[in-house]
């Protein structure tokens, strides 16, 4: 895996791109979720007053306030609503995908590549979080249509490092591409790691949160019963990050309250990362392990308990740390 350059490293990378081959100046960006709005903010707002970024979503609101916000900023590329994905893809460079599902990456791709959408070596970007097989059926439909490379570029570092403009990037394609990603890239991220081939960007982020979702469930019943025993938690939280159980969710995101006051679990559980978008990535990942033919004996057991607990009325709609409620840890 190769460490791309840092911000700083970024710009020089950006002013040589620029002195060395035709600059991407029209963008595209389709999908304003929770990430996508952010991450297309970021754009906007960093490329030259002489660029265009043409956005949609097929929720009207957000590309309205999108747009307002673009517009009231009075700084970055000049922005540009477009009617459906197809027409924003237009006369882009560079489009930049950031959709829900492995079906809405899917529909929309079908939707652009139509024998109406202008011949241009386009730069597709998907950063959306889907299965490689997927995505690799689609980087195949775009070769197949003549119009460009696609690659994937999942992210890691959730709304606020989308806001803060601080996302990783794990970059899935061909080392001759990368060159002409990476900018686009380092526009609304900090860090850009090339994973290997199209579809290896999205193979490391589903392996990572296949760990994450297992470490999860484990900190939270080794939690339940350190304090079950009698221990204090913030003593036990304390043993395990000094020792061989320590992990992202014991030291930063600890599912019992009062132990890290950052973490959701000490503002009942809102904010965070969903529960349902943890049943989601860990989904994609039992599909992507089914079709590599890689054995994922835990894998199974953890996801019935996210989506059990995903569906309880004191557990949906919270950060995913909130399986310690549905394991009956304590909360006083």
């Known amino acids: 895996m190769r460490v791309a350059a840092t911000r700083l490293g970024s710009l020089v990378q950006r002013r040589g791109f620029a002195s060395t081959s035709r600059r991407l100046d029209n963008y595209a960006f389709i999908g304003l979720g929770q990430m996508g709005y952010q991450m297309a903010k970021n754009l906007q707002s960093k490329l030259k007053p002489t660029d265009k970024v ?29 009617a459906s994905a197809h027409d924003a893809s237009k006369t882009a460079d560079t489009v930049v995908t950031c959709l829900p599902e492995p079906q809405h990456v899917r529909g929309v791709y079908e939707s652009i590549l139509t024998d109406s959408l202008p011949k241009k070596d386009r730069i597709f970007i998907d950063c959306s979080t ?26 890691s570092g959730g709304v606020v490092g989308a806001t803060a403009g601080t996302l990783t990037f794990m ?3 061909d080392a001759s591409v990368v060159p ?19 579809g290896a960007g999205l193979s490391a982020k589903l392996a990572n949160n296949y760990l994450l979702a297992l470490n999860n469930i484990a900190t939270a019943e080794a939690m ?27 030291e930063v995101n600890n599912p019992v309250k009062g132990v890290i006051e950052t973490a959701p679990a000490s503002r009942d559980y809102r904010g965070g990362f969903g529960i349902s978008l943890m ?7 039992l599909v ?12 199974t057991l953890a996801f019935d308990m996210y989506d059990k607990a995903a569906q309880r009325e004191d557990c949906k709609d919270r950060d995913f740390s909130v399986v310690y409620r549905y394991l009956g840890g304590k909360e006083e």
Not at 232 to 250: E, H, I, Q, Y
């Open 288 to 299: 992507a392990a089914e079709s590599a033919q890689a054995k994922t004996e835990l894998g």
């Open 171 to 173: 970059l899935g394609a």
């Open 279 to 285: 049943r989601k990535d860990l989904r994609l990942a």
């Open 130 to 155: 889907i299965d490689p097989t997927t995505s690799r059926q689609v980087a195949q439909s775009v070769s197949e249509a003549g119009q460009g490379t696609f690659v994937d570029a999942p992210m």
């Open 180 to 198: 002409r990603v990476e900018p686009t890239l380092f526009l609304m991220g900090r860090k850009v790691l090339h994973c290997g081939d199209q």
């Open 54 to 82: 043409s956005i949609f979503d097929v929720n009207p609101t957000a590309v309205e306030g999108l747009s307002a916000e673009m517009k009231a900023a009075s700084s970055g590329a000049a922005v540009e609503i477009a």
């Open 224 to 250: 339940n019963l350190g304090i079950r025993c009698g221990l204090d938690p913030k003593t036990l939280a304390n043993v395990l990050n000094v020792s061989t159980g320590k992990c992202w969710p014991s």
